[in-house]
Protein backbone atom coordinates (compact mmCIF):
# COMPACT_ATOMS: atom_id res chain seq x y z
CA UNK A 1 0.00 0.00 0.00
CA UNK A 2 2.96 1.88 0.78
CA UNK A 3 4.38 1.75 -2.15
CA UNK A 4 1.47 2.40 -4.06
CA UNK A 5 1.17 5.82 -2.55
CA UNK A 6 4.40 6.50 -3.45
CA UNK A 7 4.17 6.21 -6.91
CA UNK A 8 0.94 8.66 -7.00
CA UNK A 9 2.82 10.91 -5.11
CA UNK A 10 5.66 11.22 -7.77
CA UNK A 11 3.34 11.22 -10.81
CA UNK A 12 1.88 13.98 -9.24
CA UNK A 13 4.78 16.02 -8.66
CA UNK A 14 6.03 15.00 -12.09
CA UNK A 15 2.97 17.10 -13.43
CA UNK A 16 3.75 19.74 -11.97
CA UNK A 17 7.41 19.75 -12.66
CA UNK A 18 7.43 19.05 -16.14
CA UNK A 19 5.24 21.77 -17.35
CA UNK A 20 7.98 23.73 -15.45
CA UNK A 21 10.86 22.98 -17.17
CA UNK A 22 9.20 23.32 -20.28
CA UNK A 23 8.03 27.09 -19.25
CA UNK A 24 11.64 27.78 -18.19
CA UNK A 25 13.00 26.39 -21.53
CA UNK A 26 10.43 28.29 -23.24
CA UNK A 27 11.68 31.42 -21.01
CA UNK A 28 15.27 31.10 -21.96
CA UNK A 29 14.69 30.97 -25.49
CA UNK A 30 12.59 34.05 -25.55
CA UNK A 31 15.23 35.67 -23.58
CA UNK A 32 17.74 34.35 -25.87
CA UNK A 33 15.86 35.81 -29.22
CA UNK A 34 15.49 39.32 -27.46
CA UNK A 35 19.63 39.39 -26.63
CA UNK A 36 19.68 38.49 -30.36
CA UNK A 37 17.32 40.94 -31.55
CA UNK A 38 19.07 43.83 -29.46
CA UNK A 39 22.61 42.67 -30.93
CA UNK A 40 21.25 42.98 -34.62
CA UNK A 41 19.70 46.15 -33.84
CA UNK A 42 22.61 47.50 -32.29
CA UNK A 43 24.64 46.53 -35.08
CA UNK A 44 21.88 47.81 -37.45
CA UNK A 45 22.18 51.28 -35.70
CA UNK A 46 26.08 50.98 -35.86
CA UNK A 47 26.09 50.40 -39.72
CA UNK A 48 23.39 53.45 -40.28
CA UNK A 49 25.30 55.91 -37.37
CA UNK A 50 28.56 55.89 -39.58
CA UNK A 51 31.12 58.02 -38.56
CA UNK A 52 32.89 59.36 -41.92
CA UNK A 53 34.59 62.09 -39.02
CA UNK A 54 35.51 64.67 -41.55
CA UNK A 55 33.81 63.60 -44.33
CA UNK A 56 30.42 63.52 -42.79
CA UNK A 57 29.24 66.29 -44.86
CA UNK A 58 30.01 67.45 -47.92
CA UNK A 59 29.80 71.08 -50.04
CA UNK A 60 27.98 70.62 -52.57
CA UNK A 61 28.17 73.01 -56.00
CA UNK A 62 24.94 72.83 -57.71
CA UNK A 63 26.10 74.08 -61.54
CA UNK A 64 23.25 75.34 -62.68
CA UNK A 65 22.41 77.95 -59.82
CA UNK A 66 26.11 78.12 -58.80
CA UNK A 67 24.52 77.50 -54.65
CA UNK A 68 26.60 75.48 -52.60
CA UNK A 69 24.85 73.00 -50.53
CA UNK A 70 26.56 71.37 -47.31
CA UNK A 71 24.66 67.61 -47.33
CA UNK A 72 25.70 64.56 -45.47
CA UNK A 73 27.82 62.20 -47.82
CA UNK A 74 25.46 59.19 -48.39
CA UNK A 75 22.63 61.41 -48.50
CA UNK A 76 24.67 62.76 -51.58
CA UNK A 77 25.66 59.58 -52.79
CA UNK A 78 21.76 58.25 -53.37
CA UNK A 79 21.47 60.82 -55.87
CA UNK A 80 24.52 60.03 -57.67
CA UNK A 81 23.93 56.59 -58.11
CA UNK A 82 20.25 57.14 -58.47
CA UNK A 83 21.55 59.85 -61.25
CA UNK A 84 24.60 57.79 -62.92
CA UNK A 85 23.09 53.95 -62.89
CA UNK A 86 19.66 52.87 -63.50
CA UNK A 87 17.74 51.36 -60.81
CA UNK A 88 17.29 48.21 -62.79
CA UNK A 89 20.09 47.06 -62.94
CA UNK A 90 21.76 44.81 -60.60
CA UNK A 91 21.83 45.25 -56.86
CA UNK A 92 25.76 43.93 -56.64
CA UNK A 93 26.64 46.30 -59.79
CA UNK A 94 24.63 49.64 -57.83
CA UNK A 95 26.84 48.59 -54.75
CA UNK A 96 29.92 48.76 -57.14
CA UNK A 97 28.49 52.04 -58.44
CA UNK A 98 27.96 53.38 -54.91
CA UNK A 99 32.00 52.59 -53.96
CA UNK A 100 33.06 54.06 -57.12
CA UNK A 101 30.83 57.27 -56.58
CA UNK A 102 32.29 57.26 -53.32
CA UNK A 103 35.68 56.78 -53.58
CA UNK A 104 35.63 59.38 -56.66
CA UNK A 105 34.52 61.99 -54.04
CA UNK A 106 36.57 61.37 -51.32
CA UNK A 107 39.69 61.80 -54.21
CA UNK A 108 37.91 64.93 -55.18
CA UNK A 109 37.86 66.32 -51.46
CA UNK A 110 41.86 65.45 -51.32
CA UNK A 111 43.41 66.36 -54.81
CA UNK A 112 40.95 69.14 -55.78
CA UNK A 113 39.63 71.22 -53.00
CA UNK A 114 40.39 74.68 -55.11
CA UNK A 115 38.83 73.59 -58.02
CA UNK A 116 35.32 74.58 -56.75
CA UNK A 117 35.61 77.79 -54.28
CA UNK A 118 33.43 77.01 -51.66
CA UNK A 119 32.70 73.54 -52.58
CA UNK A 120 34.33 69.87 -52.24
CA UNK A 121 32.19 68.96 -55.64
CA UNK A 122 29.91 70.05 -58.11
CA UNK A 123 27.26 68.26 -59.72
CA UNK A 124 27.77 68.81 -63.46
CA UNK A 125 28.58 65.27 -64.80
CA UNK A 126 31.11 66.89 -67.70
CA UNK A 127 33.37 68.09 -64.59
CA UNK A 128 32.82 65.89 -61.28
CA UNK A 129 29.88 63.35 -61.15
CA UNK A 130 26.19 63.78 -62.14
CA UNK A 131 23.77 64.19 -58.85
CA UNK A 132 19.54 64.99 -58.57
CA UNK A 133 17.54 65.32 -55.52
CA UNK A 134 15.16 62.51 -54.41
CA UNK A 135 12.07 65.08 -55.62
CA UNK A 136 13.57 65.25 -58.50
CA UNK A 137 14.43 61.82 -59.00
CA UNK A 138 10.90 60.46 -58.00
CA UNK A 139 9.32 62.92 -60.82
CA UNK A 140 11.09 61.02 -63.26
CA UNK A 141 10.43 57.63 -62.38
CA UNK A 142 7.20 55.98 -63.15
CA UNK A 143 5.29 56.44 -60.30
CA UNK A 144 4.53 52.41 -59.52
CA UNK A 145 8.49 51.79 -58.74
CA UNK A 146 9.72 54.54 -57.72
CA UNK A 147 9.24 53.70 -54.16
CA UNK A 148 11.10 50.42 -54.80
CA UNK A 149 13.81 51.80 -57.30
CA UNK A 150 14.80 54.42 -54.23
CA UNK A 151 15.04 51.46 -51.52
CA UNK A 152 17.63 49.91 -54.01
CA UNK A 153 19.44 53.02 -54.38
CA UNK A 154 19.31 53.24 -50.69
CA UNK A 155 20.40 49.66 -49.81
CA UNK A 156 23.59 49.95 -52.52
CA UNK A 157 24.67 53.08 -50.21
CA UNK A 158 23.97 51.89 -47.01
CA UNK A 159 24.82 48.10 -47.33
CA UNK A 160 28.80 49.67 -48.77
CA UNK A 161 28.95 52.66 -45.70
CA UNK A 162 32.16 53.39 -45.41
CA UNK A 163 33.85 51.56 -48.26
CA UNK A 164 36.22 53.16 -50.79
CA UNK A 165 38.80 51.78 -53.37
CA UNK A 166 42.61 52.25 -52.47
CA UNK A 167 45.53 51.49 -53.83
CA UNK A 168 48.52 51.52 -51.94
CA UNK A 169 46.34 53.03 -49.20
CA UNK A 170 45.07 55.61 -51.44
CA UNK A 171 41.64 56.70 -52.59
CA UNK A 172 41.76 56.32 -56.06
CA UNK A 173 40.88 58.82 -58.97
CA UNK A 174 37.64 56.15 -59.50
CA UNK A 175 36.50 57.20 -63.56
CA UNK A 176 33.54 55.28 -64.46
CA UNK A 177 31.97 55.56 -68.05
CA UNK A 178 28.75 53.78 -69.71
CA UNK A 179 30.03 51.35 -72.09
CA UNK A 180 33.36 50.39 -72.50
CA UNK A 181 32.46 49.16 -76.19
CA UNK A 182 34.34 45.51 -75.04
CA UNK A 183 37.84 46.74 -73.57
CA UNK A 184 37.99 49.81 -71.31
CA UNK A 185 41.08 53.12 -71.67
CA UNK A 186 44.16 54.24 -69.91
CA UNK A 187 44.01 58.07 -69.25
CA UNK A 188 46.84 58.68 -71.44
CA UNK A 189 44.93 57.88 -74.60
CA UNK A 190 42.22 60.16 -73.89
CA UNK A 191 43.76 62.79 -71.67
CA UNK A 192 47.58 62.55 -71.55
CA UNK A 193 49.32 63.39 -68.73
CA UNK A 194 50.54 60.40 -66.57
CA UNK A 195 49.14 57.34 -66.17
CA UNK A 196 47.04 56.03 -63.67
CA UNK A 197 48.82 52.36 -62.55
CA UNK A 198 44.99 50.90 -61.22
CA UNK A 199 43.18 52.31 -64.68
CA UNK A 200 44.60 50.02 -67.50
CA UNK A 201 42.82 48.26 -70.11
CA UNK A 202 40.98 45.67 -69.23
CA UNK A 203 38.05 43.77 -71.51
CA UNK A 204 34.67 43.10 -70.46
CA UNK A 205 31.90 40.63 -71.54
CA UNK A 206 28.64 41.13 -72.12
CA UNK A 207 28.57 44.79 -72.82
CA UNK A 208 26.42 43.97 -76.37
CA UNK A 209 23.48 43.08 -74.81
CA UNK A 210 23.16 46.91 -73.97
CA UNK A 211 21.20 50.12 -76.30
CA UNK A 212 25.16 51.82 -74.85
CA UNK A 213 27.32 49.13 -76.89
CA UNK A 214 26.35 50.40 -80.71
CA UNK A 215 25.71 53.96 -82.29
CA UNK A 216 25.98 55.77 -85.61
CA UNK A 217 26.48 59.50 -86.54
CA UNK A 218 25.63 59.85 -90.11
CA UNK A 219 26.91 63.88 -91.59
CA UNK A 220 26.52 65.27 -95.06
CA UNK A 221 30.12 66.00 -96.83
CA UNK A 222 29.25 70.03 -95.81
CA UNK A 223 28.39 69.31 -92.39
CA UNK A 224 31.32 67.28 -91.82
CA UNK A 225 33.94 70.14 -93.01
CA UNK A 226 31.77 72.77 -91.21
CA UNK A 227 32.09 71.08 -87.76
CA UNK A 228 35.80 71.04 -88.28
CA UNK A 229 36.66 74.33 -89.47
CA UNK A 230 34.85 75.49 -86.17
CA UNK A 231 38.06 74.44 -84.76
CA UNK A 232 40.27 74.72 -87.60
CA UNK A 233 39.84 77.34 -89.94
CA UNK A 234 42.35 75.81 -92.12
CA UNK A 235 41.65 72.75 -92.26
CA UNK A 236 40.90 71.22 -96.13
CA UNK A 237 39.67 68.13 -97.73
CA UNK A 238 39.08 66.46 -101.13
CA UNK A 239 36.71 63.75 -100.81
CA UNK A 240 38.07 62.60 -104.82
CA UNK A 241 41.04 60.88 -102.71
CA UNK A 242 40.86 57.70 -102.01
CA UNK A 243 42.75 57.63 -98.12
CA UNK A 244 41.27 61.31 -97.78
CA UNK A 245 40.33 59.95 -94.37
CA UNK A 246 43.07 57.44 -92.98
CA UNK A 247 42.93 55.56 -89.03
CA UNK A 248 46.55 55.96 -88.52
CA UNK A 249 47.03 54.68 -84.83
CA UNK A 250 44.93 52.64 -82.34
CA UNK A 251 45.21 52.17 -78.77
CA UNK A 252 45.47 49.12 -76.65
CA UNK A 253 41.55 49.59 -76.13
CA UNK A 254 40.63 49.67 -79.67
CA UNK A 255 40.13 53.45 -80.35
CA UNK A 256 41.01 55.30 -82.75
CA UNK A 257 44.63 56.90 -81.40
CA UNK A 258 45.23 58.88 -84.36
CA UNK A 259 42.82 59.87 -87.61
CA UNK A 260 44.44 61.55 -90.57
CA UNK A 261 41.41 63.89 -91.85
CA UNK A 262 42.42 66.08 -95.22
CA UNK A 263 45.57 68.03 -94.44
CA UNK A 264 45.34 67.22 -90.71
CA UNK A 265 45.61 64.69 -88.36
CA UNK A 266 43.91 64.43 -84.86
CA UNK A 267 43.31 62.05 -81.90
CA UNK A 268 40.10 59.59 -81.73
CA UNK A 269 39.19 61.75 -78.98
CA UNK A 270 39.08 65.45 -80.46
CA UNK A 271 36.81 63.60 -83.36
CA UNK A 272 34.99 62.32 -80.80
CA UNK A 273 34.12 65.72 -79.33
CA UNK A 274 33.95 67.83 -82.56
CA UNK A 275 31.31 65.61 -84.55
CA UNK A 276 29.15 64.64 -81.40
CA UNK A 277 30.55 60.55 -81.37
CA UNK A 278 29.69 58.58 -78.43
CA UNK A 279 32.94 57.15 -78.06
CA UNK A 280 36.28 57.29 -79.76
CA UNK A 281 35.89 53.81 -81.11
CA UNK A 282 34.79 54.22 -84.70
CA UNK A 283 35.29 52.95 -88.15
CA UNK A 284 34.41 55.68 -90.95
CA UNK A 285 33.09 55.25 -94.23
CA UNK A 286 32.46 57.50 -96.77
CA UNK A 287 28.60 56.90 -98.51
CA UNK A 288 27.90 59.39 -101.50
CA UNK A 289 27.16 62.61 -99.93
CA UNK A 290 27.30 61.45 -96.44
CA UNK A 291 30.54 60.71 -94.08
CA UNK A 292 29.02 57.73 -91.58
CA UNK A 293 30.72 57.09 -88.30
CA UNK A 294 29.67 53.12 -86.55
CA UNK A 295 30.47 53.64 -82.73
CA UNK A 296 30.92 50.92 -80.38
CA UNK A 297 30.81 51.76 -76.51
CA UNK A 298 29.64 55.24 -74.77
CA UNK A 299 32.18 57.45 -72.69
CA UNK A 300 35.57 57.98 -72.16
CA UNK A 301 36.24 54.40 -71.53
CA UNK A 302 38.49 54.82 -68.33
CA UNK A 303 37.40 52.92 -65.57
CA UNK A 304 34.72 51.15 -64.76
CA UNK A 305 32.37 50.29 -67.62
CA UNK A 306 28.65 50.61 -66.11
CA UNK A 307 26.59 48.26 -68.40
CA UNK A 308 29.93 45.99 -67.92
CA UNK A 309 29.44 46.35 -64.20
CA UNK A 310 25.34 45.59 -64.80
CA UNK A 311 26.52 42.25 -66.92
CA UNK A 312 29.51 41.07 -64.58
CA UNK A 313 26.52 40.89 -61.85
CA UNK A 314 24.11 39.05 -64.13
CA UNK A 315 26.98 36.90 -64.45
CA UNK A 316 26.93 36.11 -60.76
CA UNK A 317 30.30 38.40 -59.57
CA UNK A 318 29.45 41.00 -56.46
CA UNK A 319 30.96 44.29 -55.93
CA UNK A 320 34.36 43.47 -55.13
CA UNK A 321 34.83 41.42 -57.68
CA UNK A 322 33.73 43.89 -60.37
CA UNK A 323 35.57 46.64 -58.92
CA UNK A 324 38.79 44.73 -58.82
CA UNK A 325 38.09 43.42 -62.59
CA UNK A 326 37.86 47.16 -63.49
CA UNK A 327 40.80 48.79 -61.51
CA UNK A 328 44.15 46.98 -61.24
CA UNK A 329 45.89 46.13 -58.01
CA UNK A 330 42.91 47.65 -55.51
CA UNK A 331 41.65 46.84 -52.20
CA UNK A 332 38.53 47.88 -50.87
CA UNK A 333 39.04 49.39 -47.60
CA UNK A 334 37.11 51.43 -44.73
CA UNK A 335 37.30 55.20 -45.07
Known amino acids: MKKFLCYIILFVLLCFAIPILFTNKQEKQEVAKIVKNNESQNEKEEHINYDYKQYNTIKLLHAKTMQVEEIPLDEYLYGVVSSEMPASFEIEALKAQAIVARTYTIYKIQNNNEKHEGADICDDSNCCQAWISKEDRFARWEEVSAQSNWNKIVDAVDST ?111 RSMLGLKSANFIVTIEGDNIKFSVKGYGHGVGMSQTGADSMAKQGSNYEEIIKHFYTGVEIADL
Open 161 to 271: KGKIITYEGKPINSFFHSNSGGKTETTINVWGGDNYPYLQTVSTSGEQAYTQYQSEVTLTKQTFIDKIKEKHADFEIDFSSSNCIQILEYTDGDRVKKIKIGNMEFSGVEV
